[in-house]
């Protein structure tokens, strides 16, 4: 498994933009497909976006295409999520994931997680 801790999120005006860093541990980062989650209050966490592990491909959720942009570095062990125009219903805790083998969008299918960030967007 890997170890990973995020960075990045804050207090965001809506309109505004953030971007997250998660680094990783480990010399295996580059095998893992990549992800990051989200989860509001009161509600389950969610799936935001996937990396494949040489970052040829990437899925996003409905909810965010357009507007955030997933990418990593593998010589730095470290994947970026870029988020632009953001709405007060992005704020949740952000979190990244790691899972070998195949990206997937499903919480259940990812083996190690960070501790997570906070992203607020206020109206």
């Known amino acids: 498994q890997v170890q990973l801790v995020e960075s990045g999120g804050g207090l965001v005006q809506a309109g505004g933009s953030l971007r997250l860093s998660c680094a990783a541990s480990?010399?295996?980062?580059?095998?893992?497909?990549m992800g990051w989650f989200r989860q509001a209050p009161g509600k389950e966490r969610e799936f935001v976006a996937v990396i494949s592990w040489g970052g040829g491909s990437t899925y996003y959720a409905d909810s965010v295409k357009g507007r955030f942009t997933i990418s990593r570095d593998n010589a730095k062990n470290t994947v970026y999520l870029q988020m632009n125009s953001l709405k007060p219903e992005d704020t949740a805790v952000y979190y990244c994931a790691a899972k070998r083998g195949w990206a997937t969008s499903h919480v259940a299918d990812f083996e190690s997680w960070g501790q997570g960030t906070q992203v607020t967007v206020s109206s």
């Open positions: 480990g010399r295996t980062f580059s095998s893992y497909a």
